[in-house]
């Protein structure tokens, strides 16, 4: 596929002049749609802006912007749009991806499930991967994309969707808030596919899904890769099959002797802009392992490890105790700077009118945890800090419990 037919294939209308650079950025999903759709149909680099960016990540957004001269030109009409990755308190970087790329994941996708035409319901910010590569299966399989408020669909506000398969994208906060009201269930079962993704999701999470027999679809993907490289079919979630699933099949997925997740493929990014990517495997921040039947089982993130006293802590095995004792209804665990242990463990809960029990979680955690892994302290966090796409935000709750350490 050229770039010129995913234009056309969106709608876009070719500008009489191309600008060098374009920039999208909407709030509204109809709004974005266009700009999105004659970005793509015009030449010149395209460049996706996320709206709600504060100062900090606006700035460094231009700088980026502005680097044309040190090698961010397309390659061959390659490499000319740019999606946002980072920022909310990490350094913004902008992953470079074309027609191909995006054709690349669609292809996989519809392969993978064994589709030709994708329907979906976009409830996620089209400036997310998730949320942009939703629109784009519909729109290069010839199927309906219905954008959709989350706001709406957490109140009971149901689009009616009329005949045909139809797919829904959500992260795991959005479908344990959707669990929690029980209500949603038989909406969802209506879906050929809830697919599941933007961060990992708690083993309880998953049981309650598989006990309602929700058709998920869990999976594993990064802007870097348009999205999804490995899924579980509904299928296969429904048999009991637990991880990501196998590697989609324009992708490819392995796992280097150090247990870290390495990806190759047709929907791979070119590099970060201005910058190019050397090299057909990229090497990525995910530990994970691969079981018996070739099935993607991600361990967490390498640079999240937490060192305290010596000791390494995987934040996750910390967090999934946690949760296992019924008294948070969501909790992160980071690591904050500690003038004796280096870091300190700290467990961050949204703060509620009914507060866990600590003591009884310390109980708890005897059983499970070694000593260096159980929480140093525990800080209740009102507003729990999210992102628009629903993922938390993790670097906002350093900040917070940092803060919350030095008046302590």
């Given at each position: 596929?050229?770039?010129?037919?995913?234009?056309?294939?969106?709608?876009?209308?070719?500008?009489?002049?191309?600008?060098?650079?374009?920039?999208?950025?909407?709030?509204?999903?109809?709004?974005?749609?266009?700009?999105?759709?004659?970005?793509?149909?015009?030449?010149?680099?395209?460049?996706?802006?996320?709206?709600?960016?504060?100062?900090?990540?606006?700035?460094?957004?231009?700088?980026?912007?502005?680097?044309?001269?040190?090698?961010?030109?397309?390659?061959?009409?390659?490499?000319?749009?740019?999606?946002?990755?980072?920022?909310?308190?990490?350094?913004?970087?902008?992953?470079?991806?074309?027609?191909?790329?995006?054709?690349?994941?669609?292809?996989?996708?519809?392969?993978?499930?064994?589709?030709?035409?994708?329907?979906?319901?976009?409830?996620?910010?089209?400036?997310?991967?998730?949320?942009?590569?939703?629109?784009?299966?519909?729109?290069?399989?010839?199927?309906?994309?219905?954008?959709?408020?989350?706001?709406?669909?957490?109140?009971?506000?149901?689009?009616?969707?009329?005949?045909?398969?139809?797919?829904?994208?959500?992260?795991?906060?959005?479908?344990?808030?959707?669990?929690?009201?029980?209500?949603?269930?038989?909406?969802?079962?209506?879906?050929?596919?809830?697919?599941?993704?933007?961060?990992?999701?708690?083993?309880?999470?998953?049981?309650?899904?598989?006990?309602?027999?929700?058709?998920?679809a869990p999976g594993y993907g990064m802007t870097e890769t348009a999205a999804m490289v490995a899924a579980?079919?509904?299928?296969?979630?429904?048999?009991?099959?637990?991880?990501?699933?196998?590697?989609?099949?324009?992708?490819?997925?392995?796992?280097?002797?150090?247990?870290?997740?390495?990806?190759?493929?047709?929907?791979?990014?070119?590099?970060?802009?201005?910058?190019?990517?050397?090299?057909?495997?990229?090497?990525?921040?995910?530990?994970?392992?691969?079981?018996?039947?070739?099935?993607?089982?991600?361990?967490?993130?390498?640079?999240?490890?937490?060192?305290?006293?010596?000791?390494?802590?995987?934040?996750?095995?910390?967090?999934?105790?946690?949760?296992?004792?019924?008294?948070?209804?969501?909790?992160?665990?980071?690591?904050?700077?500690?003038?004796?242990?280096?870091?300190?463990?700290?467990?961050?809960?949204?703060?509620?009118?009914?507060?866990?029990?600590?003591?009884?979680?310390?109980?708890?955690?005897?059983?499970?945890?070694?000593?260096?892994?159980?929480?140093?302290?525990?800080?209740?966090?009102?507003?729990?800090?999210?992102?628009?796409?629903?993922?938390?935000?993790?670097?906002?709750?350093?900040?917070?419990?940092?803060?919350?350490?030095?008046?302590?």
């Amino acid at each position: 596929m050229e770039r010129a037919e995913l234009g056309r294939r969106l709608g876009g209308a070719r500008r009489a002049a191309a600008p060098g650079a374009i920039v999208v950025e909407a709030r509204d999903s109809n709004a974005f749609m266009t700009a999105f759709a004659d970005a793509a149909a015009s030449g010149g680099t395209a460049f996706v802006a996320d709206p709600t960016w504060g100062p900090a990540e606006r700035a460094q957004f231009a700088a980026l912007r502005e680097s044309a001269a040190a090698g961010g030109a397309t390659k061959g009409g390659m490499g000319w749009l740019c999606l946002p990755t980072g920022g909310t308190g990490g350094a913004v970087r902008l992953a470079r991806h074309d027609h191909e790329t995006l054709a690349a994941a669609v292809r996989g996708c519809c392969e993978h499930f064994r589709v030709q035409r994708i329907n979906a319901v976009g409830v996620l910010p089209l400036h997310h991967v998730s949320g942009l590569m939703a629109w784009m299966r519909c729109a290069l399989t010839g199927g309906r994309y219905q954008p959709w408020a989350w706001d709406d669909l957490e109140a009971g506000r149901w689009p009616e969707t009329g005949p045909g398969d139809w797919t829904l994208s959500l992260v795991p906060t959005q479908l344990q808030r959707l669990l929690a009201q029980r209500r949603p269930l038989e909406q969802l079962r209506r879906y050929r596919a809830v697919f599941l993704g933007g961060g990992p999701a708690w083993p309880d999470l998953l049981a309650a899904a598989a006990e309602a027999r929700l058709p998920l679809a869990p999976g594993y993907g990064m802007t870097e890769t348009a999205a999804m490289v490995a899924a579980l079919r509904p299928e296969e979630f429904l048999a009991g099959r637990s991880g990501c699933g196998a590697a989609l099949p324009h992708a490819r997925v392995t796992v280097d002797a150090d247990g870290v997740i390495c990806l190759a493929g047709a929907s791979l990014f070119r590099g970060y802009y201005p910058d190019w990517r050397e090299g057909e495997a990229w090497r990525t921040e995910d530990r994970g392992r691969l079981d018996e039947a070739g099935g993607l089982h991600v361990l967490g993130r390498r640079d999240a490890i937490i060192i305290t006293g010596g000791e390494k802590v995987d934040p996750e095995a910390v967090e999934t105790a946690l949760r296992a004792t019924g008294q948070f209804a969501d909790v992160v665990v980071i690591g904050v700077p500690d003038a004796h242990w280096g870091q300190a463990v700290v467990a961050c809960y949204p703060a509620g009118p009914r507060e866990p029990d600590l003591e009884a979680v310390g109980r708890a955690l005897t059983i499970g945890l070694a000593p260096h892994q159980r929480p140093k302290r525990y800080v209740s966090v009102v507003p729990w800090p999210r992102t628009e796409s629903g993922k938390v935000n993790r670097p906002a709750l350093v900040a917070l419990a940092t803060g919350a350490a030095g008046r302590a």
